[in-house]
């Protein structure tokens, strides 16, 4: 895809100057869709292995519902304007990677076998994962164009979608790699390593001009 910025030039000046190519804009929309990933990555990372870990532990039905439901959505639900107000009066890239830090140790933390503090870990990831994805789109904004936003935001989307898709697809074959009654919990620290090369990545990120 070709995504180009327009940028507005002094009479006589160089209608295209030159950016450092951490400030290219598919520069960051690659950092920008990494952040996308691992946030989607370590908001459902408790998804494969849910099964196992409620055999472990002996946890209900109603814990889990818990923990993948309303520990996710409530804390969301409550903090969405104020996050929107911030994010809209401070840095976008510093709050990116704050929340990319705190999504990183929060999966590491998930395997844990106390409930109540899982259930503060989930709350976290409720509100950090989509934080992420809603400064991302403010960001987008600002690096491109209004008629090239529509194909960079569909690909933030799909790598959105993406991280979905890897965290089950890994998470279950480390389950069945592992075994054992604790195979939960070492998947768990497992997809927690995984997201932390990429989560040092984001420190390339950039604030656009």
Known sequence: MDFHVQSAAAPGADATPALSPLRRPMVQLGLLVLACTIAAFARIAL???QETMRLSLGWSDNQFALLQGAASALPLGIAVIPLGLFIDRHSRVRFIIVCAIIN???TLGSATTNFWLLLCLRALLGVTAPAIV???ILLIADYFPAERRGRANMVMSVSYLAGF???YAMGGW?????GGPESW????VCLGVGVAVPTLA???LREPA
Do not use: C, N
Request: hydrophobic residues 70%.
């Open 104 to 106: 990183l140790l929060a």
């Open 134 to 136: 809603i400064a991302t």
């Open 47 to 49: 998804g494969p292995v």
């Open 202 to 204: 984001l420190a390339l």
């Open 185 to 188: 919990r070492w998947t768990l």
């Open 174 to 178: 480390l389950v069945v790699q592992i």
């Open 165 to 167: 898709s890897a965290v």
